[in-house]
């Protein structure tokens, strides 16, 4: 990368949504209702009733 007043290696922010169409900050900013599977793979769902100890010898 390069910024204009000859300074090389400069630190450059990127969009999350890497589509070449759309470069939004959110990862579903410009389709709210489509379910993107990073976004279910960073949330944590609670399991109610599971066993305390489930990969215990």
């Known amino acids: 990368m390069r910024y204009r007043r000859s300074q090389f290696d400069m630190a450059h922010p990127f ?17 709210a209702f489509i379910a993107n599977a990073f976004v279910f793979s960073a949330m ?8 305390e100890n489930a990969f215990a010898e």
Do not use: Q, S
């Open 15 to 31: 969009a999350a949504n890497l589509r070449a169409r759309y470069f939004n900050a959110a990862a579903v900013a410009d389709n």
């Open 44 to 51: 944590a769902f609670p399991v109610f009733r599971g066993p």
